[in-house]
């Protein structure tokens, strides 16, 4: 999973939400500050297969591996950082 | 042969890869005694390498084509006059149904450890390639569509579960897949029939599910329901259960859907109202259902294609038997330059969807992780070939092909029994957008990764047994990874410098190169449903790239004892040509020098009574 990793330190559950929405933002064309954490991101076209590739981003960055389901679990970035924090601290 | 599962990667090519000394295969005890037909010389192909003696699966097919007798004695009941006299009353063949019935046809969508004999996806490919070459309705109407339902119980049942569905399938009961809705079409994340806890906080289904094979007759229903009214991809989930255990007061029955083709499947149509289900229907967890889909469907979605190769298989006996009886211009029109070059063209077709099919069905047992990608693969591109096969057929038997006289009226349903390939199950469409979804991250991630693993070269050899196929392996996504892409640049690279398809696989090495570049680029915004026209070219690109290492790969690890005279890969540079065609990579048709040594082959087998799959066993059809 980590072949063009490259690890970053433990972030900050803010610090992951400004990266998530930034990723986000760029994955779907609209403005970051467009991009609130607490509304589902099916909302902004991000579901279904279509959120594979933010996946292999999160791995890439953060050197853990993402089952897509995670982000099915978790719909918008608030509750899908603290997943991920999750995941980040065992890694 | 030995069982030897070595999980090796691809070897050199062009240096020989089988074990030395292994025995000729597929001479199962119990042949056929047409099997004493001198075998046809042969041509170049890995003959015989699809005959997995270690596997036991021939026997089963030859048991099959031995009940099904000679499709053309006026007197059998499941003979040719039989399935067309079905398919005219828009019937299924009912003594096909009791033939299949005792041949516990059922007992193959099973997994042995369930009491079945499902093992292999190729192996099951074998078998219902068999049923479809004698009449694609009883393929489909018999028997995939309960196998469709199957493998969602099979990748997410409960113990429970499983063994209820395995018991009801083997003791000759079918399932009705029922996830098709007319508003929805392919897209079933938005399926509309709900199955929300009512007052006693029961399950009640409310909706329709619409033309789904065998809705009224089957016992069992798997059923495709939103269980949450969120959006989103945990909304939804399978409910299994028997039809028996349903209010009757609360299910309407729809009028059967009429259709073109296909005639004998029976499509129905059903509407809940208020109707409870028994509390332990959820197959897995709640809103599981779209990752349950997602996963299981990847074995279907290559299986299906598969199987219909056996419809070709028909239509390419049925012309080229029509073209040798009917004289023009003074000689057969079968022996016409062009009547010639379109059969070998079609017979290449049809080699060129079994190698890509049987490659994709075993490498869910050794990839299972990637098999979704495969699958989709498959599913978008080999329907088209075979569509287009029937087609060009029907061109060449012209006039003749449209009068209700001789065996043409067989070619006629087969001609319109081909067409749901392209729809039915997936789109050639919907499949694309499953691949664009993973195009740009495998671009980044997989065909650039120079040490990634290639698939075991036994993915690639049709006669040796497979590892089990595990159903919890299969993923949604294949997270970038391509080990069938990477075959064709492992191997290609270790290709000795004369090997005659080393040229071949340096081009479309280039190819993977290109899209690489492109498919690196593509913004993240143009993968989804309203992706531009270029971008789902380029999943067509990549699903060549995929078929070319398939065919490529296929040859070079062909089996020791296919060497000799089967060294001569005209063949294999064959199917190639006709994959750059089916690409538009160019217009020409096949040259003499790769279309006369099929078309002698083609010949050869309609005479020895053989398929015209890799298999090249022994038929009645």
């Known amino acids: 999973m980590t072949e063009l990793t490259t690890q970053t330190a433990q972030p900050t559950a803010a610090e992951l939400v400004d990266w998530l929405r930034d990723r986000v933002a760029a994955q779907t064309g609209r403005p970051a500050e467009e991009i609130d954490a607490d509304v589902p991101l099916n909302d902004y076209g991000l579901d279904s297969v279509y959120v594979f590739g933010l996946c292999a981003e999160i791995e890439d960055q953060y050197g853990i591996e993402v089952e897509p389901t995670v982000m099915w679990d978790n719909t918008s970035l608030a509750p899908l950082a603290e997943a991920l924090l999750t995941l980040i601290a065992a890694r | ?621």
């Open chain 2, 1 to 621: 042969m030995t069982s030897a599962r070595s999980a090796d990667t691809a070897p050199r090519p062009g240096t020989g890869t089988g074990p030395a000394g292994a025995p000729e295969a597929g001479r199962p005890e119990d042949a056929d005694p047409r099997e004493a037909t001198p075998r046809p010389e042969a041509t170049g192909y890995p003959e015989g390498t699809g005959c997995p003696e270690a596997a036991g699966r021939p026997a089963d097919v030859d048991r099959l084509e031995r009940l099904f007798g000679d499709a053309g004695d006026p007197a059998n009941p499941v003979g040719r006059n039989a399935v067309l006299a079905a398919d005219d009353r828009a019937g299924m063949l009912a003594a096909g149904e009791d033939l299949l019935t005792r041949f516990g046809l059922n007992a193959h969508f099973v997994p042995r450890d369930l009491g079945g004999r499902f093992e292999q996806l190729d192996d099951l490919v074998r078998v219902m390639r068999a049923v479809y070459r004698r009449d694609p309705c009883l393929g489909l109407g018999y028997g995939a569509g309960s196998f469709m339902a199957a493998v969602n119980v099979w990748t997410a049942g409960s113990t429970g579960q499983r063994e209820r569905l395995a018991g009801r399938l083997l003791s000759g009961g079918r399932a009705a897949c029922a996830y098709h809705e007319l508003d929805h079409g392919n897209d079933f994340t938005r399926a509309g029939l709900t199955a929300l806890p009512g007052p006693d906080g029961r399950l009640r289904l409310n909706g329709r599910k619409e033309v789904v094979a065998n809705l009224r007759r089957a016992e069992t229903v798997v059923l495709f329901a939103r269980t949450d009214p969120a959006h989103g991809s945990r909304s939804h989930s399978q409910l299994l259960f028997d039809t028996a255990d349903l209010p009757a007061a609360a299910v309407r029955h729809l009028d059967r859907y009429p259709t073109v083709g296909m005639r004998g499947v029976q499509l129905g149509g059903i509407e809940f109202t208020d109707c409870p289900v028994p509390d332990d229907s959820v197959v897995g967890r709640p809103g599981q259902g779209v990752e349950t889909a997602l996963r299981s469907f990847q074995l279907t979605r290559v299986a299906l294609p598969g199987m219909t190769i056996g419809l070709l298989d028909t239509a390419l006996r049925t012309a080229l038997r029509g073209a040798r009886g009917r004289t023009l211009y003074g000689g057969r029109a079968a022996d016409l330059p062009l009547s010639r070059t379109i059969l070998a063209e079609t017979f290449a077709d049809l080699l060129l969807a079994d190698t890509f099919t049987t490659v994709a069905a075993r490498a869910a047992h050794t990839a299972p992780a990637q098999a979704g990608v495969y699958a989709s693969a498959v599913k978008s591109f080999v329907p088209t070939v075979l569509i287009r096969a029937v087609q060009r057929l029907s061109e060449l038997l012209g006039s003749q092909f449209y009068l209700r006289a001789g065996e043409q009226p067989l070619f006629q349903k087969l001609l319109r029994d081909v067409q749901p390939s392209a729809f039915g199950h997936a789109s050639r469409v919907s499949c694309q957008s499953a691949l664009l979804a993973q195009l740009p991250l495998t671009a980044r991630r997989g065909w650039r990764a120079d040490t990634a693993d290639p698939l075991p070269a036994d993915t690639f050899r049709a006669g040796r047994p497979l590892p089990p196929l595990r159903f919890a392996d299969l993923a949604v996504s294949a997270a970038g990874r391509d080990p069938l892409a990477r075959s064709l640049v492992v191997a290609t690279a270790s290709a000795a410098p004369d090997d005659p398809l080393a040229g071949s696989g340096r081009a479309w090495c280039a190819r993977l190169a290109e899209l690489t570049a492109d498919a690196s680029g593509l913004a993240p915004t143009l993968i989804g449903p309203d992706a531009p026209p270029y971008a789902f070219g380029l999943t067509a690109r990549w699903t060549g790239v995929l078929a070319a290492s398939a065919c490529l790969n296929t040859w070079w690890n062909r089996p020791a004892e296919a060497a000799g005279s089967a060294a001569d890969p005209a063949v294999t540079l064959a199917v190639l040509h006709r994959l750059g065609s089916h690409l538009d990579h160019h217009r020409e048709p096949l040259p003499p020098r790769l279309a006369e040594p099929l078309y002698a082959e083609l010949g050869r087998r309609l005479d020895a009574g053989l398929t015209f799959d890799l298999d090249r066993r022994p038929t009645g059809a």
